[in-house]
C-alpha cells in the first residue's frame, strides 16, 4: 500500500474568518474525532465530552446571532462546517446538525426576552438539544401528531410519545411539537422542554444498522409540566415553525451526506492508489477511474446544489424548493458514492478493517430523516406543479 492522502476539498468561503473557522474544524476533526471514530462507533459510545468541546470550540452556535452568543455565520459557511465534521465521523456532524435544529425554534420565533433567558446556555454553554416531531404513528405525516398539551393557568401538561429522537435520552433540552387545538397543523405549538423534565422518560435506544453512536430513541411525556413562558411562538404556530426548522435543517441533513461521500471517495482513491493487481496500481485500470469519476461529479454536484440552496437562505430569499432538492441528491449520491466504494475495496470493503462499510450503513439512514427522498420529491413536485388534486 502507498501513503497516497487525497489533499482536502479546495471550498471557496467567502471571508479570511471563514478560512480560519474550517481551518480550526479540520485540525479538530484529524485530532479528535477521526482517529476513534470506528472504535466509538463499533461500541455504540456517544462522545458527550466531544460535543462539550465544540460548544467550547463555538461550532454548536454558528449560524445564529451573536447577539445571543452564536457564531454569526453565513448558513454556507455552517455547512460546510457540518460536511467536514460529518466526513470525520457522521455522528459528529449529524449530532450539531440536530442541535442546530433544536435551537431553531427558539431562536427565530421566540420572544426578546425568552431568547435572552435560554440562548446563551443553549448555543455556547455547553448544552445539547434534541427535536420532536415524530410519532410511533405520524412520521412523514407529521401534521397528525397526537402528543397533546392540555393547559391550566400558566402551565401545560404534555402526555403522549415522540419516537425516532436523535439525542433522546441525553439531550439537555428539546423542541417539543404538541397539540394543543383540533386535527391538523392548524393545532399544534412548539414547547421548550428541559432534558430532567419530572414525567420525562427516554426508551431504550434503538438499535440501528448505522450510527450505532448516536442514540435514538422515544419519549414518553407522561404528565410533563412545563410553564407558558416555554411555549415557543402563538398557540396554533408550531406546524409552521416546524416546517421552516426542517427546510434549513434539510439542507444540514444534505452537507452530512456529502461529508460521508467525500470521505468514502477520499478512501477509495488512497486504496486503488495503493492497491496493485496485475503488476500495476488497480486505479491505472480503466473500469476503476471511470468509477472513482462518476464519484468525484457526484460529490461536487452535491456540494453546488447544498451551497446554492444556502446562499438563497442566506440572502433572505425562498430555499425551500432547493433545500429539498439539495436533500434528496446529496443523500442518494452519498448511498452511491459509499456502495462505490465498497466494490472499489473489494473483498476489504466489506470488512470492519476498513470504515467504507459503515459510511454504506451510515449513508442509508440520510435517505430517511428529516423527511423522506420520497416526502422531498412531493415538495419538489408541488413548487413545479401546484398541490395534488383530492
Not at 474550517?22 to 459510545?45: D, H, K, N, S, W
Not at 462546517?81 to 450539531?96: I, K, S
Not at 456502495?339 to 439512514?365: H, I, S
Amino acid at each position: 500500500m502507498t501513503d497516497y492522502v487525497p489533499p482536502p476539498v479546495d471550498r471557496r468561503l467567502p471571508t479570511e474568518e471563514a478560512r480560519d473557522l474550517m481551518a480550526l474544524v479540520r485540525e479538530l476533526a484529524e485530532r479528535e474525532i477521526r482517529p476513534t471514530a470506528a472504535e466509538e462507533e463499533e461500541a455504540g459510545r456517544f462522545p458527550r465530552a466531544l460535543f462539550t468541546l465544540l460548544s467550547e470550540s463555538g461550532l454548536l452556535s454558528l449560524p445564529y446571532a451573536d447577539e445571543f452568543g452564536g457564531g454569526g455565520q453565513p448558513y454556507e459557511v455552517y455547512l460546510q462546517v457540518l460536511e467536514e465534521l460529518a466526513a470525520a465521523r457522521l455522528t459528529v456532524g449529524l449530532g450539531v446538525s440536530v442541535h442546530t435544529l433544536a435551537c431553531h425554534a427558539l431562536a427565530g420565533y421566540g420572544t426578546k426576552e425568552q431568547r435572552a433567558e435560554y440562548l446563551p446556555a443553549m448555543l455556547g454553554g455547553g448544552l445539547l438539544g434534541a427535536y420532536c416531531l415524530s410519532e410511533p404513528a405520524a412520521g412523514s405525516d407529521a401534521a397528525s401528531l397526537t402528543t397533546r398539551a392540555t393547559r391550566s393557568g400558566d402551565t401545560w401538561t404534555l402526555e403522549g410519545t415522540k419516537a425516532w429522537i436523535t439525542h433522546g435520552g441525553v439531550a439537555d433540552f428539546y423542541t417539543v411539537l404538541a397539540r394543543t387545538g383540533g386535527n391538523g397543523a392548524h393545532g399544534i405549538t412548539a414547547f421548550l422542554v428541559p432534558g430532567d423534565a419530572e414525567g420525562l422518560r427516554p426508551a431504550k435506544p434503538e438499535r440501528k444498522m448505522g450510527m450505532k453512536g448516536s442514540p435514538t430513541a422515544q419519549l414518553h411525556f407522561d404528565g410533563v409540566r412545563v410553564p407558558d413562558s416555554r411555549r415557543i411562538g402563538d398557540e396554533g404556530q408550531g406546524f409552521s415553525i416546524a416546517l421552516s426548522a426542517l427546510d434549513s435543517g434539510r439542507l444540514g441533513i444534505a452537507a452530512c451526506a456529502i461529508g460521508v461521500a467525500q470521505a468514502a471517495l477520499d478512501e477509495a482513491l488512497a486504496y486503488t492508489a495503493g492497491r496493485r493487481q496485475f503488476g500495476r496500481p488497480i486505479v491505472d485500470f480503466q473500469g476503476l477511474r471511470f468509477m472513482l469519476a462518476d464519484m468525484a461529479t457526484q460529490v461536487e454536484a452535491g456540494r453546488s446544489l447544498y451551497l446554492a440552496a444556502a446562499r438563497l437562505r442566506d440572502a433572505g430569499a425562498p430555499f425551500s424548493k432547493e433545500a429539498a432538492m439539495a436533500k434528496l441528491f446529496c443523500t442518494d449520491a452519498a448511498m452511491r458514492v459509499t456502495t462505490d466504494a465498497v466494490q472499489l475495496l473489494g473483498g476489504y470493503g466489506y470488512t470492519v478493517d476498513f470504515p467504507v462499510e459503515r459510511f454504506m450503513r451510515e449513508a442509508k439512514v440520510l435517505q430517511i430523516v428529516e423527511g423522506t427522498n420520497q416526502i422531498q420529491r412531493m415538495v419538489i413536485a408541488r413548487h413545479l406543479a401546484g398541490p395534488e388534486s383530492h
